[in-house]
């Protein structure tokens, strides 16, 4: 076989783990950032109704501007709290495009309030209310810089980056992101810049074909090469 034909069959096997390593990318945050909304609230402002793509009717976004609030990515942040919280209030949304067995890993940013009890940590509990059984976990903002209780400020200027691993049992999942009304000194956690993408599992049987085709064609073309340099 000439070198054409083994360049032929490498593709295949790169085609074969690309599809995959992205058969189970189709997922994505709608509205991560928040900014979709941003025509709806005033610069330096809050935000009170529903957000596009999230399961909150009654959510609150937040502008950057607002007591100094610095959010990581765009204008627009949401905040994990209903005002003064009680730990009832909390976004979600469902993801689609998932892959039954696969692992994904979603991105988030986190900011403390923290203006009721200043030095109080923020806590938002992050969990799958369908499409998997992982289990919940626990995320503590990083306080903010502010120490007079009811501002002036700054507030949610001092951000996290975290993330959340969950194996989807389903083609759509639903997160959750819920501040506890144990530890939070009644302010609201500031949540944006999530994105989600797929962090490994198990591959559907149609990948495994494709892959092993690769493996096949590529042990061929090797095979007859070795035989043409042989002759």
Same mark, same amino acid.
């Given at each position: 076989?000439?070198?054409?034909?083994?360049?032929?069959?490498?593709?295949?096997? #790169?085609?074969?783990?690309?599809?995959?390593? #992205?058969?189970?990318?189709?997922?994505?945050?709608?509205?991560?950032?928040?900014?979709? +909304?941003?025509?709806?609230?005033?610069?330096?402002?809050?935000?009170?109704?529903?957000?596009?793509?999230?399961?909150?009717?009654?959510?609150?976004?937040?502008?950057?501007?607002?007591?100094?609030?610095?959010?990581?990515?765009?204008?627009?942040?949401?905040?994990?709290?209903?005002?003064?919280?009680?730990?009832?209030?909390?976004?979600?949304?469902?993801?689609?495009?998932?892959?039954?067995?696969?692992?994904?890993?979603?991105?988030?940013?986190?900011?403390?309030? +923290? !203006?009721?009890?200043?030095?109080?940590?923020?806590?938002?509990?992050?969990?799958?209310?369908?499409?998997?059984?992982?289990?919940?976990?626990?995320?503590?903002?990083?306080?903010?810089?502010?120490?007079?209780?009811?501002?002036?400020?700054?507030?949610? +200027?001092?951000?996290?980056?975290?993330?959340?691993? !969950?194996?989807?049992?389903?083609?759509?999942?639903?997160?959750?992101?819920?501040?506890?009304?144990?530890?939070?000194?009644?302010? +609201?956690?500031?949540?944006?810049?999530?994105?989600? !993408?797929?962090?490994?599992?198990?591959?559907?049987?149609?990948?495994?074909?494709?892959?092993?085709?690769?493996?096949?064609?590529?042990?061929?073309?090797?095979?007859?090469?070795?035989?043409?340099?042989?002759?």
């Amino acid at each position: 076989m000439n070198s054409k034909s083994l360049s032929v069959a490498l593709c295949a096997l #790169t085609a074969s783990f690309a599809l995959c390593a #992205t058969g189970a990318g189709a997922a994505a945050i709608v509205n991560g950032g928040f900014e979709a +909304d941003a025509a709806s609230v005033p610069a330096a402002g809050v935000y009170f109704g529903a957000i596009t793509g999230w399961n909150a009717p009654g959510g609150y976004l937040t502008s950057a501007g607002y007591y100094s609030a610095a959010p990581p990515e765009g204008r627009i942040f949401a905040l994990v709290g209903g005002g003064i919280d009680s730990g009832s209030y909390h976004l979600s949304q469902t993801i689609t495009g998932l892959t039954s067995g696969s692992r994904y890993t979603v991105k988030f940013s986190l900011a403390s309030e +923290d !203006f009721v009890i200043p030095g109080t940590v923020e806590q938002v509990n992050v969990w799958m209310s369908t499409g998997s059984a992982s289990a919940s976990q626990l995320y503590s903002a990083p306080i903010s810089s502010n120490t007079t209780p009811f501002g002036p400020g700054p507030l949610w +200027d001092h951000w996290g980056a975290f993330s959340y691993s !969950f194996i989807a049992s389903a083609v759509s999942a639903t997160i959750d992101f819920q501040q506890t009304a144990a530890t939070t000194g009644s302010g +609201d956690t500031g949540l944006d810049n999530l994105s989600i !993408f797929a962090s490994g599992g198990v591959p559907e049987p149609a990948s495994w074909a494709l892959m092993l085709c690769g493996f096949g064609a590529l042990g061929a073309a090797l095979r007859r090469r070795r035989a043409m340099v042989a002759a």
